[in-house]
């Protein structure tokens, strides 16, 4: 900005609502056929027959009672699982159906709960009456073990299986429920971040995001939005959903025409000048969305098991002559370079300065399989140190795609030119359908725990089948379906990331393009914000987190901006399910479908 300086609804209740009703109604018609039974004028009374039918009576609601019992425990198990997945510090990375561990959650659910019969594929909890059993089985295009392509999307089907009372035994009911849920990734936002900085402004036609924006203010600070009366072409928030603009405040600072007149949105034609979904698209005292806070999900993508190297330099973990996990970045790195041969293969450029104080060259070459699961991709490693290059090759799909360097990206963002992150990000492998057959997924990541441990952004990083634009506006356009099939996934993990003043060639960065999911648990903004030389377009193309609102720019009384960039947040659609490789999620579940898929007495 700029400075003056979706869950499935649970239906939970209304089914048990439904089977109470189900109940009393069961007990009416008993009371009823007992009357009848007993007391209708011309007729002998059998007491004998009375009791058989009261009898049957009451059978039949002891069996409604079990299949509610079995009904109730297999959807407890589904929440319960739910639960447990959240509670992971990372998603679960299984080829094949596994079952929930017995750490946590935090209750007191004994596994197994004593009972020898359960089958041994799934855990199995106690409740009060009955228990239920369950396991979990994930999409086959999940994040997956070395030798299987990456698609950056959890989805998993939970099949719960409850009990009415002891496995086995007459009379138990079982009930099978298959719930289908995916994890939502901190990407599905446009924009979000934890706190807002003071003087921190969005200001109508300067500051834009066309995707959802959602602030947590978790330090008190309320959003300062400033609006024009009247217009259409100054909004700040463009998603046309109710998510448009998220709050956990009560309200919003707001200002109109200038910083220093206050003035909320009264009418409908007001909120329509500042959200273009009009008031539906604005909700205050949002739910906080968690943050991510540590590096060590990237840090355990990138080596796998192995042991970390302890000199400058770059490890492929491997086995067996295959790559087996992704790319570790022992100390600081002066430049990384992304680069793209054939359109599908990735090329990472990376220069240090060893322990003698020597240029030291990595340059990894990812080829793509062209086949799917097949072993047909490659990964070369060439090491320059001095006039010496020393070139190994793995076979088999390359690397998983995260790139963690345990130092910093660059520095320097008041002037010297040449010193970041920039390039481009290889396209997917589809075959003639368009029918993905292997993703081009990236993340470059610090820590971003660490205080210093930044990445600066030296030009623009974008992907290789670019998303057209307006000719005129230079604004986005629609997403194509080429784009959508064809375009890759990157990710951007640090503690800070800086947009530097100058580009590689020493040129003014007057219009910086980032394509992809941006994560910094300090801040991402421009470091020359104040600049003056600057005054140009900052286009986000995918997502924005971070722990403060980054200052880009200043602009003045007559809403022009007078140094820094114009910032423009535009929403990359495919990360409202599919976030880079490696990149925080935030702890909700969201149940896609629900179904009973078997009922049995036995």
């Known amino acids: 900005m700029v400075s003056t300086m979706s869950r499935k609804p649970n239906c939970k209740a209304a089914r048990r609502g439904a089977v109470l009703l189900a109940t009393m109604l069961v007990l009416f018609l008993i009371m009823a056929v007992m009357l009848v039974g007993t007391l209708s004028p011309g007729r002998k009374v059998d007491p004998n027959g009375a009791m058989n039918t009261g009898t049957n009576s009451v059978i039949m609601v002891q069996k409604r009672l079990a299949y509610m019992t079995a009904f109730n425990n297999a959807e407890a198990g589904v929440e319960y699982t739910i639960q447990w997945l959240a509670d992971r510090a990372q998603v679960p990375v299984n080829d094949g159906a596994f079952v929930p561990t017995a750490a946590t959650p935090s209750d007191t659910a004994t596994f197994n709960g004593g009972n020898t019969t359960v089958d041994p594929n799934y855990s199995n909890v106690a409740m009060p009456t009955g228990s239920f059993s369950i396991r979990v089985l994930p999409s086959a295009n999940n994040p997956s073990s070395a030798g299987s392509v990456t698609v950056n999307k959890a989805y998993y089907m939970i099949e719960s299986i409850g009990y009415s009372g002891t496995i086995g035994a007459t009379n138990t009911v079982r009930t099978i429920v298959h719930a289908y849920v995916w994890q939502q ?295 194509t379906d080429t784009f959508k099939q064809k375009a890759g996934i990157f990710g951007l993990v640090a503690h800070n990331i800086w947009l530097q003043k100058y580009n590689a060639a020493g040129v003014l960065n007057q219009d910086l393009e980032v394509d992809g999911a941006t994560l910094a648990t300090g801040t991402m903004d421009a470091y020359n914000y104040r600049d003056t030389a600057i005054l140009g377009n900052f286009w986000g193309m995918g997502s924005y987190t971070a722990g403060l609102g980054g200052y880009f720019g200043v602009f003045n009384g007559a809403n022009t901006l007078t140094a820094g960039y114009n910032e423009h947040h535009n929403y990359d659609s495919r990360f409202m399910s599919n976030g880079p490789p490696g990149f925080p999620s935030t702890p909700s579940w969201k149940v896609l479908s629900w179904e009973v898929v078997a009922n049995k007495i036995s």
Do not use: C
């Open 185 to 479: 990734p901190v990407s599905k936002y446009a924009y979000l971040i934890d706190s807002e900085q003071s003087g921190n402004w969005w200001v109508g036609g300067l500051s834009q995001a066309d995707g959802p924006v959602h602030t947590n203010n978790t330090n008190g600070n309320k959003t300062n939005i400033l609006w024009f009366p009247g217009t259409t072409n100054q909004q700040s928030y463009l998603w046309m959903d109710t998510d448009a603009f998220e709050d956990t405040a009560a309200s919003a600072n707001w200002a109109k025409n200038n910083t220093g007149t206050s003035g909320a949105p009264q009418t409908a034609a007001d909120w329509t000048s500042i959200v273009a979904y009009g008031s539906s698209g604005v909700k205050f005292n949002s739910p906080a969305v968690a943050m991510p806070t540590t590096g060590t999900l990237q840090k355990g993508k990138a080596l796998g098991s192995a042991t970390a190297i302890t000199t400058t330099g770059v490890q492929i973990p491997s086995s067996g002559g295959t790559a087996s996990a992704g790319i570790y970045v022992k100390g600081d790195v002066k430049n990384m370079t992304l680069s793209v041969s054939n359109n599908v293969n990735q090329i990472i450029t990376i220069v240090q300065t060893d322990s003698s104080g020597n240029p030291l060259t990595t340059v990894v070459t990812m080829t793509a399989p062209t086949t799917k699961f097949a072993n047909s991709g490659s990964t070369t490693v060439a090491v320059t140190s001095g006039t010496t290059t020393t070139t190994t090759r793995y076979t088999g799909v390359p690397p998983s795609g995260v790139v963690y360097v345990d130092g910093t990206i660059g520095g320097n963002g008041n002037g010297t030119p040449g010193t970041g992150l920039s390039g481009t990000i290889a396209d997917n492998v589809t075959d003639g359908s368009g029918n993905l057959i292997y993703p081009s997924s990236l993340t470059v990541a610090t820590d971003p725990a660490t205080t210093g441990k930044d990445v600066f952004i030296k030009d623009d990083i974008v992907y290789n089948t670019a998303r057209a634009r307006d000719p005129s506006t230079h604004q986005f356009l629609p997403e």
